[in-house]
């Protein structure tokens, strides 16, 4: 092949290149702007394209492709992308697609798995205050709702009793005496340990005196 063709042949290939950036580069300002204007269904279309049509890939785009999911209320297929996301070498990204994912497994009950989130966000990036936060507050909520389940099964069936005495707090409780309830109650512990059963309502009953009296 002579050089005026090796010439003619690499100037022709150029301005395709420059027309594949250019409208790489358009593709990507667009997905930006619907994911800022909070149209999140049109985001996730338009980061999709950058897959589809520009075979564009990176951890980054996964994270944002998890976000656009998220908000559009598509969590499953959120949280297929945040896991792509969690795998990038960036450990401060990888964090925030943790404790995306803990997030959404929070809202769907799967506390457990949604703690793991958590601690593999502060793992990765232990400056992560928004994953401190949630791990926190669920591990919290966990230990108090185990506690609360264990008080339940202690709880002691009431005697007949404890019913009648619950049944006459009650009225008081429909006449606003409230400590009057109380110390109904309390009495009548004193003399049946069953009326146990009813501990959570006089620990109410016992912030509303409290309430009053103040």
């Known amino acids: 092949m002579s050089w005026s063709k090796v010439i003619v042949a690499t100037l022709l290939l150029i301005p395709s290149s420059w027309t594949r950036v250019s409208r790489l580069n358009e593709a990507i300002e667009k997905a930006e702007k619907s994911y800022a204007e909070a149209r999140y269904e049109d985001a996730v279309k338009d980061h999709q394209l950058l897959v589809d049509e520009f075979q564009y890939s990176s951890f980054a785009l996964d994270f944002d492709l998890g976000l656009s999911h998220h908000y559009a209320t598509q969590v499953d297929e959120a949280l297929t992308f945040y896991d792509l996301a969690t795998q990038n070498p960036d450990k401060v990204l990888a964090s925030f697609a943790y404790n995306q994912a803990g997030v959404i497994l929070g809202n769907k009950k799967e506390y457990?798995?949604?703690l793991s989130k958590f601690q593999s966000a502060?793992?990765?990036?232990?400056?992560?205050?928004?994953?401190?936060?949630?791990?926190?507050?669920?591990?919290r909520?966990?230990?108090?709702?185990?506690?609360r389940k264990q008080q339940e099964q202690n709880k002691p069936e009431p005697s007949e009793f404890a019913k009648r005495k619950k049944a006459e707090a009650d009225r008081l409780v429909e006449q606003f005496r409230f400590k009057n309830a109380l110390?109904?109650?309390e009495d009548a512990l004193a003399q049946?340990?069953?009326?146990a059963a009813y501990q959570d309502f006089m620990t109410t009953l016992k912030e509303v005196v409290e309430i009053d009296e103040n």
């Open 192 to 195: 049946d340990s069953t009326v």
């Open 112 to 114: 457990q798995t949604a």
């Open 141 to 147: 909520w966990l230990k108090r709702d185990e506690e």
């Open 122 to 139: 502060l793992i990765q990036d232990p400056l992560n205050e928004q994953a401190r936060y949630n791990y926190e507050l669920l591990a």
């Open 183 to 185: 110390n109904l109650l």
